[in-house]
């Protein structure tokens, strides 16, 4: 408004002159022109085609500040080569004044630095679309974002904004698909490797318990004479050389297992140990007493806590 109100006080100040007021008004018009008070130029220029309707001159001036305004308007909209055509045509012409010059000159390397953005950014884009057609996810991702922090395209990026937006969607979705499937992939790799690693450690326990087994080979001697305390002595020590490998197969156990697993396991074992010993007193109580309750009751023991070195790998350790 206040340009505009500008310019009509110049026309009613210039009409006010009486015969100068072509002259008056060219020279106003240049002036405002030289300063970039358009509006005020462009009715100087329309005042002095008033005063001389077939001026050339003025004809030539109101025609070519129009075409400037009309690339001024073409870059706000940036129709940046609508408006390099112009400009240059414009250009083209003899006897421009150097203001003139100098606005269509700038007016031509806002314009060619807008062109230049599309194309960047154009590319940038087109190359984005390869990495996804080639499921390059993770590097279109760091494209997109490098292009939406990049200063230098900002002011022509929103011509590309809703498109590479549905490409980010899209790439999104995608890189979640493959973390998710990555993850799965991680997890039945740490499942591989731990059920190779428990098949491992079985066998070994395996081995532990046969060579315990053979091992009782060198007991046979305390069983030859039939002698009760040497018998006892022989079962006792076979029920430690057990109770050793079930402690040891449950302290893997204690490290291997979830915490509600363990929780469940140690409760079984409270249970098992009360079932053992109420089995062992009622094998000593069905021999008859003396001697051979004794021997019953390591027994039953000894029985139950080999079953129970092998129980707990079946059922833990697969």
């Known amino acids: 408004m206040g340009k505009l109100m500008a310019a009509i006080l110049t026309i009613i100040v210039l009409a006010g002159c009486g015969n100068g007021t072509y002259d008056k008004a060219m020279e106003q018009g240049k002036l405002a022109l030289a ?7 462009l009715a100087s220029f329309e005042l002095a085609l008033n005063e001389k309707p077939k001026d050339k001159a003025a004809k030539q001036s109101y025609d070519n500040l129009i075409a400037l305004l009309e690339v001024k308007e073409d870059i706000r909209n940036e129709k940046w080569e609508a408006a390099l055509e112009r400009a240059n045509k414009l250009l083209e012409q003899n006897g421009l004044v150097s203001s003139l010059k100098k606005e269509l000159n700038q007016s031509i390397k806002t314009a060619e630095a807008g062109k230049a953005q599309i194309k960047l950014v ?38 590309f904004s809703e498109e590479v937006n549905k490409i980010e969607v899209t790439v999104n979705e995608e890189l979640k698909k493959q973390k998710e499937a990555e993850e799965a992939a991680a997890k039945e790799k740490a499942q591989a490797a731990a059920g190779a690693a428990a098949a491992s450690k079985k066998k070994e326990f395996i081995i532990k318990l046969n060579d315990i087994e053979e091992g009782f080979a060198e007991l046979n001697y305390l069983y030859a004479n039939g002698v009760t305390s040497e018998m006892l002595e022989a079962e006792n020590e076979k029920i430690t050389r057990w109770d050793n490998a079930l402690n040891e197969i449950y302290g893997y156990l204690k490290l291997q297992l979830p915490a509600s697993e363990m929780n469940k396991l140690k409760e079984e074992q409270r249970q098992w140990i009360k079932d053992r010993d109420r089995a062992a007193n009622a094998s000593a109580a069905n021999s008859g007493g003396g001697s051979m309750a004794e021997l ?13 070195c092998y129980e707990l790998l079946s059922i833990y350790i697969k």
């Open 35 to 41: 300063n970039k008070e358009f509006d005020k130029a």
């Open 122 to 159: 154009t590319e940038k884009v087109e190359n984005i679309k390869v990495l996804v057609d080639g499921k390059n996810f993770s590097e279109a991702q760091r494209l997109i974002t490098e292009l939406k922090q990049d200063q230098k395209v900002k002011e022509v990026f929103n011509r």
């Open 296 to 308: 019953e009751y390591v027994g039953t023991v000894l029985r139950l806590t080999k079953e129970r």
